[in-house]
């Protein structure tokens, strides 16, 4: 039984990875330092999977604390969360983000260096595309990333390859993903934003349950069908599943591989909002407001890669996502907290 080191393990993608990593046979070893995220959301994957969890309340830029939690552990592979992820926040608080993200993975590669562990998933956003042309396809060159979050995905992707170049034994995954929603079906574990959400869902879902009094649509005059932006939502569990064949690839064959956890569907806003009124049952108050600065119109990704290399296609659609969304919320009004 492996020991999968997860950062960020508390975070809304990585509690559904220990859980499907738990249900794989693996063993979890989860660092977190609950800047946005609890403990409790720790217990409730202990719920789900009935296995008691080793965690550390560590920083990963404490180069002594985490040393130490790979001096006690036989750690086989990383699959590295944490990071800071706000977009609008990056851009007030950029050398926040440099530093958490970039200066974060530096630490832990140089430790995981140190201890030859050197088996490493990386979780990338599709935002490193830019205003590449749709679908997107691995293969494309990185386009025009307008905050400092996006710079901080694209350098890291290029710390590892270059670390990859210097040292074949390096065996790593950058997973590009597209629009996380959904949430395990048990509706014990989903996403817990701190304070007003930022991304559509966890906003969509606190309207339904009456803690926000409305939605607003991010402009209606796109060049799309029904001029609201398009994107690629993918259900978190496939997503978390996408984790553990990519850890499966990168413990066969050293190499750094690229790939893209999509569905390779577009959604609109205004589908978004029809799906999840079908899956709650509940009408969705909103108003078409101006564009947000750095909305790209249509973001979908190209899951062909994934599904050749990996085994590996998104399952879930986008009422499921809606539904299991809608069970956590309902479930957990408060997030972790009730
Ligand atoms: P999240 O905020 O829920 O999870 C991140 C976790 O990392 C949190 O538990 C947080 O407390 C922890 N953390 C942050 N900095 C840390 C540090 N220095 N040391 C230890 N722990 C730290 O976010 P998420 O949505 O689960 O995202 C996970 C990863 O996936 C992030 O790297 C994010 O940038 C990336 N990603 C997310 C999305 C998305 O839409 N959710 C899209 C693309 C990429
Ligand atoms: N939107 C609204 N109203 C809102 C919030 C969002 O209309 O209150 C719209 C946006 O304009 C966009 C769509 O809903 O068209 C999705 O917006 P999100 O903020 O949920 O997601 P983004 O596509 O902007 O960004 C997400 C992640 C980023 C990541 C990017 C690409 O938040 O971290 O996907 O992977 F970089």
């Known amino acids: 039984m492996h020991n999968i080191l997860v950062t960020g393990g508390a975070g809304y993608i990585g509690s559904h990875t220990c859980v499907e990593l738990i249900n794989a046979g693996y063993n979890v070893i989860i660092v977190d330092n609950y800047i946005n995220s609890q403990p409790e959301a720790i217990k409730r994957i202990e ?89 997107y396809k691995e293969s494309m060159k990185a386009g025009t990333i307008t905050n400092p979050y996006g710079h901080t995905k694209h350098m890291i992707e290029q710390i590892l390859r270059d670390l990859y170049n210097s040292d074949n034994s390096w065996s ?64 978190v569990v496939d997503l978390a599943i996408g984790h553990i064949k990519a850890i499966e690839k990168i413990l066969l064959n050293s190499g750094i591989y690229t790939y893209n956890l999509g569905t390779g569907n577009g959604y609109s806003v205004l589908e978004l909002i029809k799906a999840f009124e079908k899956a709650s049952n509940v009408k969705i108050n909103y108003s078409i407001g101006p564009r947000r600065n750095g909305d790209l119109p249509i973001c979908y ?20 996502m809606c539904e299991d969304t809608w069970r956590w919320q309902k479930n957990n009004p408060n997030g972790y907290k009730s």
């Open 47 to 135: 719920k789900i999977t009935g296995k008691a969890i080793k965690s550390y309340n560590c920083d990963i830029r404490d180069y002594n604390a985490l040393k130490n939690i790979f001096k006690e552990n036989d750690i086989k592979a990383v699959i590295h969360f944490a990071g800071l992820k706000a977009v609008g926040e990056s851009c007030k608080k950029p050398l926040d983000y440099y530093d958490n993200n970039i200066y974060g993975t530096i630490v832990l590669c140089n430790i995981m260096n140190e201890f030859g562990v050197k088996n490493l998933v990386f979780s990338s956003s599709a935002t490193v595309y830019g205003e590449n042309p749709v679908p």
């Open 172 to 235: 790593i995954a950058l997973l590009r993903y597209f629009n996380p929603i959904g949430a395990h079906e048990s509706g014990l574990i989903g996403e817990n934003p701190i304070g007003i959400p930022n991304n559509i869902m966890p906003y969509i879902s606190q309207v339904a349950l009456g803690k926000l009094p409305k939605l607003t649509v991010f402009g209606d005059d796109y060049n799309t069908p029904d001029g609201t932006c398009i994107r690629d939502y993918i259900h």
């Open 301 to 320: 990704a190209d899951a062909t890669k994934a599904k050749n290399e990996l085994n590996w296609v998104a399952k879930y659609g986008i009422d499921k």
